[in-house]
């Protein structure tokens, strides 16, 4: 069915820049929302960004807005997420995630497939 894929975590200073990438099979890419969530030990998975198949309209969490960019390339079938200016308090393990339906939604309810994970830790 449907596989996702997460590569580009790693280990980071403050103010540094990584680019995650999630390569996406098993289904038509471009006709459904990519997501990205996060999470930190201890703390519930949280939304990071959204990009929708239809108009490419993008939502971010607050916590992330001006310092993150997610976009996709369905010729490679591939979403991405730069981030930039990251700081020790967006350290979690990153998870892809496909949506439902074309329209991308802020919950994990709203997707109904995961990749692996990759860490993403940045020091002080």
């Known amino acids: 069915q449907v596989q996702l894929v997460e590569s580009g975590g790693g280990l980071v200073q403050a103010g540094g820049s990584l680019r995650l990438s999630c390569a996406a099979s098993?289904?038509?890419?471009?006709?459904?929302?990519m997501g990205w969530f996060r999470q930190a030990p201890g703390k519930e998975r949280e939304f990071v960004a959204v990009?929708?198949?239809?108009?490419?309209?993008?939502v971010y969490a607050d916590s992330v807005k001006g310092r993150f960019t997610i976009s996709r390339d369905n010729a490679k079938n591939t979403v991405y997420l730069q981030m930039n200016s990251l700081k020790p308090e967006d350290t979690a393990v990153y998870y892809c995630?496909?949506?439902?339906?074309?329209?991308?939604?802020?919950?994990?309810?709203?997707?109904?497939?995961w990749g692996q994970g990759t860490q993403v830790t940045v020091s002080s």
């Open positions: 098993g289904r038509t890419f471009s006709q459904y929302a």
């Open positions: 990009i929708s198949w239809n108009t490419g309209r993008t």
């Open positions: 995630a496909g949506g439902r339906t074309a329209v991308g939604g802020t919950t994990s309810r709203d997707y109904a497939y």
